[in-house]
């Protein structure tokens, strides 16, 4: 009988000094980031500058796709309804507490564990460097003068670059044509083609084409001043108390193994931390704030309600 005991322990030790080796040897394959927006714009260059700081820290291949449509609701629907083992994870942007009031996905922060967040950029407004508008209040009288004319790039309807939009027309009590996108970076190139005559964008999706002359940011959506154009001002120092940031997060779907989350959650931060992601998310005009899983959810689900209040009164919602 002492045997067998002896041998029914010993198994079970053996058992668990296995369960502990399987657990501890992720990730042992490709890990996946998927990106809800087209590849040029934040979300896309966020993605890719994390995937290349965190590769080396996790020890696998770590690679970007994108799923782009619906304001994201195509990546971020997908991504929630991936396994829960760590190999699939979402870039997540503001849009995910913004997609069950926009009606296109019954996806918010409760549909996945999250990583954090990394920090947020403005809207800004920008035209083209040759339409008639050297300042906002230009901008503004037109608009006012000529209702639905003043066409409006977005990054798909209902994205938070829409949101911007909506809001700046509201307040103003104007009229836009808003024309959607499948992201910033393809709202760019209609605005420097004069295919429309307005952007929402943040300041750095357009800064290249700015500095070069081709675009004029006419104003920033915050209550400070962007680091990358800092002569330009913000509607608050012109007397619009009007604001819009985008922030950007990751996350995996709901139900991670408590091992696995920590070792995302700390290469993460760790890549968050290094000076390779932070020189280049500062060079984008990104403000850099880092909240872990808890406080990312906690900030996440705050934006839920509002965007729950806000977007019905836009009048954007499906």
């Given at each position: 009988?002492?045997?067998?005991?002896?041998?029914?322990?010993?198994?079970?030790?053996?058992?668990?000094?296995?369960?502990?080796?399987?657990?501890?040897?992720?990730?042992?394959?490709?890990?996946?980031?998927?990106?809800?927006?087209?590849?040029?714009?934040?979300?896309?260059?966020?993605?890719?500058?994390?995937?290349?700081?965190?590769?080396?820290?996790?020890?696998?291949?770590?690679?970007?796709?994108?799923?782009?449509?619906?304001?994201?609701?195509?990546?971020?629907?997908?991504?929630?309804?991936?396994?829960?083992?760590?190999?699939?994870?979402?870039?997540?942007?503001?849009?995910?507490?913004?997609?069950?009031?926009?009606?296109?996905?019954?996806?918010?922060?409760?549909?996945?564990?999250?990583?954090?967040?990394?920090?947020?950029?403005?809207?800004?407004?920008?035209?083209?460097?040759?339409?008639?508008?050297?300042?906002?209040?230009?901008?503004?009288?037109?608009?006012?003068?000529?209702?639905?004319?003043?066409?409006?790039?977005?990054?798909?309807?209902?994205?938070?670059?829409?949101?911007?939009?909506?809001?700046?027309?509201?307040?103003?009590?104007?009229?836009?044509?808003?024309?959607?996108?499948?992201?910033?970076?393809?709202?760019?190139?209609?605005?420097?083609?004069?295919?429309?005559?307005?952007?929402?964008?943040?300041?750095?999706?357009?800064?290249?084409?700015?500095?070069?002359?081709?675009?004029?940011?006419?104003?920033?959506?915050?209550?400070?001043?962007?680091?990358?154009?800092?002569?330009?001002?913000?509607?608050?120092?012109?007397?619009?108390?009007?604001?819009?940031?985008?922030?950007?997060?990751?996350?995996?779907?709901?139900?991670?193994?408590?091992?696995?989350?920590?070792?995302?959650?700390?290469?993460?931060?760790?890549?968050?931390?290094?000076?390779?992601?932070?020189?280049?998310?500062?060079?984008?005009?990104?403000?850099?704030?880092?909240?872990?899983?808890?406080e990312f959810y906690e900030f996440a689900m705050e934006e839920y309600e509002t965007y729950s209040e806000l977007i019905p009164e836009l009048g954007i919602a499906e």
């Open positions: 009988m002492k045997k067998i005991i002896i041998l029914f322990v010993a198994l079970s030790l053996i058992l668990s000094f296995s369960v502990i080796a399987f657990a501890e040897k992720f990730p042992e394959k490709q890990i996946t980031i998927v990106c809800q927006a087209a590849a040029g714009g934040g979300s896309d260059t966020n993605s890719r500058t994390m995937a290349a700081v965190v590769e080396p820290i996790l020890g696998v291949p770590v690679v970007v796709v994108n799923k782009t449509g619906a304001a994201g609701a195509v990546a971020m629907s997908y991504v929630a309804s991936r396994e829960p083992d760590g190999y699939t994870i979402g870039h997540l942007p503001v849009e995910l507490s913004m997609l069950e009031a926009l009606g296109y996905a019954d996806v918010n922060p409760d549909n996945f564990d999250l990583i954090g967040t990394i920090g947020y950029f403005p809207a800004s407004v920008v035209v083209n460097a040759n339409s008639p508008w050297e300042n906002f209040d230009e901008f503004v009288e037109y608009a006012k003068e000529n209702p639905g004319v003043i066409t409006v790039g977005n990054s798909g309807i209902g994205s938070i670059w829409h949101i911007a939009a909506a809001k700046l027309e509201k307040e103003l009590g104007v009229e836009f044509t808003h024309v959607p996108f499948t992201g910033a970076s393809t709202a760019k190139a209609a605005l420097m083609g004069g295919h429309i005559a307005c952007s929402t964008a943040s300041p750095s999706e357009n800064a290249g084409p700015i500095e070069a002359g081709d675009l004029r940011m006419l104003a920033v959506m915050a209550d400070q001043r962007s680091s990358l154009f800092p002569d330009v001002p913000t509607l608050k120092e012109l007397g619009y108390d009007i604001q819009t940031t985008a922030w950007l997060g990751f996350g995996c779907p709901k139900g991670l193994p408590e091992d696995v989350k920590n070792t995302l959650v700390d290469a993460f931060q760790q890549g968050f931390e290094s000076e390779m992601y932070q020189e280049k998310m500062k060079s984008y005009g990104i403000e850099l704030v880092w909240m872990g899983p808890d």
